[in-house]
């Protein structure tokens, strides 16, 4: 990623470095056969919690796959596209009805306007800085995750379910994701065939420091006991929309 001088960028770099074991699953080919929900985002994807995701889906008797990249989210597309990536995995037949798509643990930074982006828009810069969210940085972010859902919902997925980041205990951080989930579920409700699942139970809303034992060591990640939390809370309505989306 390309070095820049802001704070905010090197922040999420430092607290969102790759899980252990994450590298060997974001090789993998995808769905090499028809599945019926395709888990697509970020490391956490690999982690924890995308490992009881698709626990109870086979228990369900609902085929799954994933297909992640650590350290990604739609605020750098020099880096990796989301909008381009997620397309081009679905687009690959047999395609997956259902698509589950975490992404914005590693969004709190500044985003990157493409060149085709910045020229449209007459702008001489191409960063768009962070802690202007509430004016251009939101906007941007906002249409950014419309794009990428409705790409999936234009190549016949049924539903593109948009899971919220989990509550995190890295504090200095925790104002910046609200804005992230907030903005994400309005693309959802935006989107042709998007809807928005938070991951936060009641449990979870508490202080962060007090959150510190259920998360890794960046303040991100969920640990096993965790994930445990998040998906006794999830499970009930993500498979509902699952099981509507597919029947």
Not at 130 to 154: K, P
Request: aromatic share 6%; glycine share 6%; net charge positive.
């Amino acid at each position: 990623m390309r070095k820049t001088n802001y704070i905010s960028i090197t922040c999420a770099v430092i607290a969102l470095l790759p899980l252990p074991g994450v590298a060997a699953a974001q090789s993998a080919a995808g769905p090499a056969s028809a599945v019926d929900v395709l888990l697509v985002g970020s490391s956490s994807i690999g982690g924890p919690l995308g490992m009881r995701i698709q626990q109870s889906l086979k228990r369900e008797g609902i085929t799954s796959a994933k297909f992640l990249k650590s350290s990604s989210g739609i605020c750098r597309p020099d880096f990796f596209d989301w909008r381009k990536e997620a397309a081009t995995r679905v687009s690959q037949k047999p395609r997956p009805k259902v698509v589950a798509l975490y992404l914005g643990g590693n969004d709190s930074q500044d985003l990157k306007l493409l060149p085709a982006e910045q020229k449209k828009l007459e702008r001489k810069r191409a960063w768009v800085r962070f802690r202007d969210q509430r004016d251009e940085w939101s906007r941007h972010y906002e249409n950014r995750m419309v794009d990428v859902i409705n790409n999936l919902c234009d190549l016949g997925v049924r539903k593109v379910i948009v899971l919220s980041t989990v509550a995190i205990s890295a504090s200095k951080h925790v104002a910046q994701q609200e804005v992230i989930r907030s903005l994400q579920q309005k693309a959802a409700d935006r989107s042709r065939c998007g809807t928005f699942l938070s991951t936060i139970p009641p449990d979870d809303r508490i202080p962060p420091a007090r959150l510190a034992r259920y998360r890794a060591a960046d303040g991100f990640h969920v640990t096993s006991e965790g994930a445990a939390r998040v998906w006794n809370w999830l499970e009930e309505p993500f498979l509902k929309a699952v099981k509507t989306a597919i029947q």
